[in-house]
């Protein structure tokens, strides 16, 4: 907690406006992120896609009266009367300058973890292992970056007794002031990889910046087994710092003199203190292994009894590094957030939550806080009213914790329950219907069983979105439009095969327009709680009640349809809202220029109709040797847009533009653009795919490996031959489900533990043949079909097609899995 008085001291920025002196405990960067206005002191930040301070005459509204800004804008001080405001150079700088303030004022040991990857889960399972002994504060989530640690180190208290923080890095030079804020006594640095290597000179240069996390530690947990890491530490930092590496075969004092792996298990043995330990890990694979190795170490160099660490070891589970949005049953939808529970967590979890925009009842299932450093009363008071805040409607509290601070909760409905343990609440569970629910939970709760109860059983085949490169796509086309211009959605075809979820992340990120194939699809968005302008491109007679009942706007492209539309109107006293197509030059639908006076003429004796909008669709934007007919196109809209808007006596919306449009005919965004595919990943160039971050994911599972002697057929019509010794594997994913039968007999391939192995035979209904001779793979492994790893435009590619119809053509019977990371 500060004063507004003090933070031209810490920020060395001039306060332009001040209204009392008011105290903030809230450091908030993202509008959407509100909880407890009166108390929360906002960043104005600038970006490439966004900028912090455009959100601060909304946040006014709210009730926010503190703000940071590195950039006024025009009549502000008149704006926000009554607001105190501070000028700084940098709003992050002047962010992270308050939570290093803010760390200097505790004294107790702070573990900073870095490196290429590992960093959250050691984060967590180090957490887990020294709570018995620490009152913890620790990064929520994955919140390491520039502005992600200053937020992180702001929520240490009087109450904690050590803290565990993770850092991140892309380029020179972050290392350096995320020091100044973590300021650690122990540190650790998990491995280093190829994350990121593009910010830097070479890979000596990032563990050199990595390592400037160090310089003042008392010690240093490391693996000697990865090269340059432990020669490099040597060199940098100063020689009070004690370098503590371990090895899997370097003799030394972290040693294991055994490592012996079965049943899924790993049983390690070492000769600590002159006295033979012996640990068993619930883990067997590599990185698993090496992140748990820095945990035990610095766990014995934090005191804890070798004796003790067994029992805790045998908590550690694998960490999901993302909130999932799964189905459930009874049209419900969870979002699984099982592992930790900490305050700052769940105010992440509720965020993710409310981010959805599913317009469902909010239900919390919440077992006991554990890692809080806050007084029992002071925690429960805290969670009532940021669950309040949040808009939740039902409790459902886990533990003789929240057993005995229920009467906090008393005033968020009747349908608050609680119960003492997880098995209670299974033995009684109660009846969840149509809810979004939150199932945030400890780990000693084992809350993944109340998951395993609600979610809703499907097909193996899973389709995961990312909602954060979803928002991060649209972000990156945003980036490129003038102030102003209006974006349509494109979700026609369930949002090209992710999931109607999808418009209600976009409701949430604000876009003006969303668009649809046909009527029904409009329907379900608003059945689900959409309330966008929702465009319908093929409208029928058969379907005019359904538009107007869910108030859809059809689009017009001939006279038949429009004739058809303006007699229901009339027949029924109704009025609509339209949107007009114009033909340029991809003939396919819209009214043609010769046909505008006509056209006019019938508008003008239709007052039950009033157009929306102006469009038309171009043929070649993605193929820069068709620029000429597309300019053509886009002159021959304009012109015959503008007779419209004279003829009409009001300007609609007009638009023309889409994704591929944006990028190569950026100046003729008329009123509003429309995106499509490119919202989803796909991009026009190799450049612009650089950009784009991968939304959708196929994965499914190997189902059975068989060997294969050479001269064997596989599958239907014996169509796959084994040339030699083969080890085929079956997988569950077939035609039925868009896994397309042009991928058969070699023509697909499929992402198999690293490597690529091709199709061999037909493509069957339900499931498909693969070759993974020389792959390392085990029945029940992951395979990706398209992702990070298998762009999506690859495999349309071999299919000799486009990235549309690959994911337009994946099965409703595939579940859909939505995630934040």
């Given amino acids: 907690m500060l004063r507004f008085s003090q933070l031209p ?100 040991p ?37 502005v992600g640690v200053p937020l992180s180190v702001w929520e240490m208290n009087e109450a904690h007794t050590l803290g565990v923080f993770e850092a991140g890095i892309s380029r020179p030079g972050e290392m350096e002031r995320l020091e100044k804020i973590i300021q650690p006594s122990v540190g650790i640095f998990t491995n280093i990889g190829p994350a990121h290597d593009e910010g830097f000179a070479n890979r000596e240069q990032k563990i050199q910046e990595k390592a400037a996390l160090f310089r003042h530690c008392g010690q240093v947990i490391y693996c000697r087994d990865h090269q340059g890491i432990g020669d490099i530490l040597t060199k940098e930092l100063p020689p009070t710092v004690q370098l503590c590496g371990w090895s899997w075969r370097q003799p030394g004092s972290f040693t294991p003199l055994s490592v012996k792996k079965e049943n899924r298990q790993t049983c390690l043995q070492f000769h600590l203190s002159g006295q033979p330990v012996s640990l068993t890990l619930p883990f067997t694979d590599d990185a698993s292994l090496e992140n748990a190795m820095h945990c035990l170490v610095t766990a014995l160099l934090l005191g804890v009894n070798p004796a003790e660490l067994q029992a805790r070891i045998a908590l550690l589970q694998p960490v999901s590094m993302r909130l999932e949005l799964k189905e459930g049953i009874r049209n419900c939808y969870l979002v699984d957030d099982t592992y930790n529970n900490d305050l700052a967590g769940l105010s992440i979890a509720l965020d993710f939550l409310n981010g959805q925009g599913i317009q469902k009842k909010k239900t919390l299932i919440l077992s006991d806080v554990l890692e809080s450093g806050v007084g029992e009363k002071e925690l429960y ?250 300019l053509e196109q886009i002159h021959r809209f304009e012109g015959m847009s503008q007779t419209l808007v004279e003829a009409l006596g009001y300007r609609p919306i007009r638009h023309i533009l889409n994704s591929a449009g944006i990028t190569h005919f950026t100046p003729y965004q008329f009123d509003m653009v429309r995106l499509g595919i490119g919202l989803y990943g796909v991009g026009v160039n190799p450049a612009e795919q650089a950009n784009l971050a991968t939304v959708g994911t196929l994965k499914t599972t190997i189902s059975q490996i068989k060997q294969i002697p050479a001269g064997n057929s596989v599958g239907y019509g014996r169509r796959g031959k084994a040339s030699q010794d083969t080890t085929i594997g079956t997988i569950a994913i077939g035609y039925a489900d868009g896994f397309d039968r042009r991928f058969s007999n070699g023509n697909g391939q499929v992402w198999v533990n690293g490597s690529l192995a091709p199709v061999i035979g037909n493509v069957c209904m339900d499931m498909t043949m693969i070759d993974i001779t020389g792959i390392s793979a085990h029945e029940g492994d992951e395979v990706i079909i398209f992702g990070p790893q298998l762009p999506l435009s690859e495999l349309a590619s071999r299919a000799g097609t486009i990235p549309y119809e690959i994911i337009t053509g994946i099965s409703e019977r595939v579940k859909r899995v939505f995630y934040s990371s």
């Avoid at 301070?53 to 009730?63: A, D, P, Q, S, V």
């Avoid at 009549?75 to 700084?88: E, R």
């Avoid at 059809?554 to 009025?575: A, G, K, V």
């Fill in 9 to 108: 001291a810490i920020t060395d920025g001039k306060i332009l406006m001040q209204s009392g002196d008011p105290v903030f405990e809230h450091l908030l960067i993202d509008s959407r992120k509100l909880t407890t206005p009166e108390t929360s002191l906002f960043f104005a930040i600038p970006g490439d896609r966004h900028d912090g301070h455009r959100f601060m005459t909304e946040l006014y509204g709210k009730g926010v009266r503190q703000f940071v800004v590195q950039t006024p804008f025009p009549n502000m001080i008149t704006q926000l009367p009554g607001a105190s405001i501070i000028l700084v150079n940098s709003s992050v700088a002047a962010l992270q300058a308050i939570a290093a303030h803010h760390r200097k004022q505790f004294t107790f």
């Fill in 381 to 630: 008071s805290r969670i009532a009213r940021l669950v309040r805040s949040k808009g939740i409607g039902r409790v459902v509290g886990v533990g003789e914790v929240m057993v005995r601070n229920r009467h906090f909760f008393g005033e968020i409905g009747s349908e608050t329950q609680f119960f003492d343990t997880t098995e209670a609440l299974l033995n009684r569970l109660p009846a969840f219907d149509n809810e979004l629910i939150l199932v945030k939970g400890a780990r000693p709760f084992r809350f993944e069983r109340i998951i395993k109860r609600l979610q809703r059983k499907t097909h193996g085949t899973v389709l995961e979105i990312n909602l954060e490169s979803l928002a991060s796509n649209l972000n990156y086309f945003r980036s490129k439009l003038q102030p102003g211009t209006k974006v349509m959605a494109m979700v026609k075809a369930f949002a090209y095969g992710s999931g109607t979820e999808i418009a209600n992340l976009l409701q949430f990120q604000r876009v003006d327009y969303l668009a649809v194939a046909y009527a029904d699809e409009g329907a379900a968005l608003r059945e689900k709680g959409i309330i966008l302008p929702i465009m319908v491109m093929n409208p029928a007679p058969e379907t005019f009640d359904q538009l107007l009942q869910s108030e859809l706007e059809p689009e017009m492209y001939s006279f038949r349809i429009l004739q058809s539309f303006r007699d229901y109107l009339q027949r029924t006293e109704q009025t609509a809202a339209i949107h007009l197509k114009l033909e340029t030059g991809m003939n396919r639908l819209g009214f043609a220029e010769a046909e505008l006076p006509a056209l006019t003429q019938l508008l003008k004796d239709s007052p039950y109709i009033k157009v929306a909008s102006l469009f038309s669709h171009l043929a070649a934007s993605d193929e820069l040797q068709w620029k000429d007919f597309t």
């Fill in 110 to 146: 702070i573990i900073g973890i870095t490196g290429s990857n590992g960093k959250t889960i050691v984060k967590e399972w180090l957490a887990a292992l020294l709570e018995k002994d620490f009152r913890v504060v620790k990064s929520p989530k994955s919140y390491n970056s520039q």
